[in-house]
C-alpha cells in the first residue's frame, strides 16, 4: 500500500520527485558520457571476458573481470545499471572494475531486457537468473560463489534488492547464502509513485505488478547485510524511499546473529548520477564500505 505522503502528491510532484535531474537542471547526459569514458578505460586496464550469456534472450549477457591470481579465492561484485528498467547497458556500467580488480575483487555486470520489451516483472526474474548463473559458475570463473555482493544504482539498486528477497512467490528461491550482501544506491523501492507518469510510459505499470516488485512492501526476512546510500543533491522522495528501505531492512534483520548489518547514510556533494561513480574507489564514503562489505570473511 502507498504511503500517506505519496497520496499527497499530485502528478506535477510525482513527475518532479521521481526525475533525478531536476536537481541538476535536466542534462544528465555528462555523467553518462562519464560512465562510458571510465567503462572503456576499464576495458583497456584489466581483463575481461565479454558477452557470457546467462539466459536465452539476447539481452541475457553480462561482462566478467577476473581478479588476479591469489592464494583464495576472491569475492565478486555483481553491478546491476539503472536507468529506469528502460536505458542504458552494461557497457557503460563497467567503470567499477577499476576499484574492484586492483583490490583483488572480481567483478560482472549485467544487461536485461529493457522495457517496454520486458515488464518490470520480467527484469526482475532476468536479473536473479543472472545471479543464479554467477553463483553455479563461481568454480569456472574463479571467484568464492559465496562471497558475491550485488550493487546497483537508481533502478539497479531497485533491481539489487529484489535479488535479496527469500520465498518471493514469483520466481524460485535462490541458493542458500547467496548474495552475501547488497549495496543500494540511490534507489526506488516503492513503484506506486511511478504509475501515471511520463517514466510509467514505456513500463505500463498497474497497482497489483507494482507492488509485487515493490521491496519495500515485501517481507524482507532473510534479507542479506546492506550498505544504503543516496547523494546530497537528490529529490526528497529518492532520500525518503531509501531512508525508508533501510530502516525496513534494519528491523528485519535485527534478530540476525550478526547484528543487524545495515548502513544508510547520505553521500555529500554528490548527486544522483555521480554518486555511483565512488563504487568500489578507495577514499570515498561509498566506496570504502562497499569495499568494507567485500572483503570481510
Excluded at 561482462?63 to 536505458?87: C, K, N, R, S
Excluded at 527484469?123 to 570463473?141: M, S, T
Aim: hydrophobic share 40%.
Amino acid at each position: 500500500m502507498s504511503t500517506d505522503i505519496e497520496y499527497r502528491m499530485t502528478l506535477a510532484d510525482r513527475e518532479r520527485e521521481y526525475s533525478p535531474s531536476s536537481c541538476i537542471g535536466g542534462n544528465y547526459q555528462p555523467f553518462l558520457d562519464e560512465y562510458r569514458d571510465r567503462s572503456e578505460e576499464a576495458m583497456q586496464r584489466h581483463a575481461v571476458v565479454l558477452n557470457l550469456s546467462y539466459g536465452e534472450k539476447a539481452s541475457n549477457r553480462l561482462d566478467f573481470f577476473p581478479a588476479p591470481v591469489a592464494a583464495t579465492l576472491p569475492p565478486l561484485l555483481v553491478f546491476i545499471h539503472g536507468g529506469y528498467w528502460q536505458e542504458l547497458t552494461k557497457t557503460s556500467s563497467l567503470f567499477p572494475a577499476n576499484g574492484c580488480v586492483p583490490e583483488g575483487i572480481a567483478f560482472a555486470a549485467i544487461d536485461y531486457t529493457l522495457a517496454p520489451e520486458a515488464s518490470v516483472l520480467d527484469i526482475v526474474r532476468e536479473c536473479r537468473a543472472a545471479l543464479r548463473w554467477l553463483h553455479a559458475q563461481g568454480a569456472a570463473l574463479g571467484f568464492d560463489p559465496q562471497r558475491i555482493v550485488v550493487a546497483g544504482s537508481s533502478a539497479g539498486a531497485h533491481l539489487a534488492a529484489m535479488c535479496c528477497l527469500r520465498g518471493w512467490s514469483s520466481d524460485p528461491d535462490l541458493p542458500p547464502g547467496l548474495p552475501q550482501a547488497a549495496v543500494l544506491v540511490s534507489g526506488i523501492y516503492v513503484l506506486e509513485p511511478l504509475i501515471g507518469t511520463s517514466i510509467d510510459a514505456a513500463l505500463s505499470l498497474n497497482p497489483d505488478e507494482a507492488a509485487l516488485v515493490s521491496p519495500g512492501l515485501l517481507p524482507l526476512d532473510g534479507f542479506p547485510p546492506a550498505l544504503v546510500c543516496w547523494g546530497e543533491f537528490e529529490t526528497s522522495e529518492f532520500k525518503r524511499q531509501g531512508a525508508e528501505f533501510a530502516s525496513r531492512v534494519d528491523r528485519a534483520r535485527s534478530g540476525s546473529d550478526t547484528g543487524t548489518g545495515v548502513s544508510a547514510f547520505e553521500v555529500p556533494s554528490r548527486n544522483h548520477f555521480d554518486v555511483i561513480l565512488d563504487l568500489a574507489q578507495r577514499d570515498t564514503p561509498l566506496g570504502d564500505a562497499a569495499l568494507a562489505l567485500l572483503t570481510r570473511p
